[in-house]
């Protein structure tokens, strides 16, 4: 039940702060002192904290991750990344930019979205001195002086991109789709933007020129291009579209049906 309550009465006698057991002091105190009393067993490291050192251990040596979301298969080493995990699932976004409406699931991220309020640029190159507001802004760019610039291509299509971070919102844009994109000329549906984008441009109704025209006189239209459109057997105007007739009234739009057969 102590330490579920709110009383600290352990002290720190440098800075004051208080914490509920010992142990917990102790730890604080040793980031004061620059004490290093938790040493690895697998390797040469040491550590001001015991937290410090059971982190260690499990990214470097035993890759251990105790703390799984009940959503789906994601695992974390610490609890702290669960919870943050936990808010892609709950949609919680609990840290609000104070100049915007943005609003982050997690701290860091508020603090460099910040960053395009303030302009701070923190990520400097050492070579040319461009500055970021973002660490893997720096990493990619640096590519550029080695000359080892990666490229990353998308599995879908022949996009590459130059980050694996554009070729993810690149999937999120063309590749990922919430429901089928129906093709308002054929009716056919797609599973997502590129296949739709591929088959507008490609559809057999556009082929024709006078699909992508309003004509007046259809007429005109067979004695030109009866030849080259042998191949459809169906001509119609957009839906928006309005014929004249007559002293200039309006009809609504229609289709033929030719059998060229």
Do not use: W
Request: charge should be positive; charged fraction near 25%.
């Amino acid at each position: 039940m102590k330490s579920h309550s709110e009383e600290r009465p352990h002290k720190c006698g440098v800075c004051e702060r208080g914490f509920k057991t010992l142990a917990s002091l102790q730890n604080h105190v040793n980031t004061h002192t620059g004490t290093r009393p938790h040493c690895c067993r697998d390797c040469d490291a040491s550590f001001t904290t015991s937290g410090e050192l059971v982190r260690h251990v499990r990214y470097r040596h035993t890759h251990e991750k105790p703390h799984r979301c009940t959503e789906c298969d994601y695992a974390s080493v610490e609890l702290s990344k669960l919870k943050r995990h936990m808010r892609c699932h709950t949609g919680e976004r609990p840290y609000q930019c104070p100049h915007c409406t943005y609003a982050s699931p997690d701290m860091y991220k508020l603090k460099r979205h910040l960053r395009i309020h303030t302009g701070e640029k923190p990520y400097e190159c050492d070579v040319c001195q461009a500055r970021f507001t973002q660490s893997n802004s720096l990493k990619a760019h640096k590519l550029i002086h080695s000359g080892n610039k990666p490229s990353f291509h998308c599995d879908f299509c022949p996009t590459t991109c130059g980050r694996k971070t554009d070729l993810r919102i690149h999937m999120q844009k063309l590749h990922t789709s919430d429901k089928p994109l129906k093709c308002k000329r054929c009716g056919k549906t797609f599973p997502d933007r590129y296949s739709y984008k591929v088959r507008k441009e490609n559809c057999v109704f556009l082929s024709c020129v006078i699909s992508r025209v309003i004509v007046y006189n259809l007429s005109v239209h067979f004695k030109q291009f009866i030849n080259s459109c042998i191949i459809f057997s169906l001509f119609f105007l957009p839906k928006n579209a309005k014929t004249k007739v007559g002293g200039g009234k309006k009809k609504e739009p229609f289709f033929i049906v030719i059998d060229l057969e």
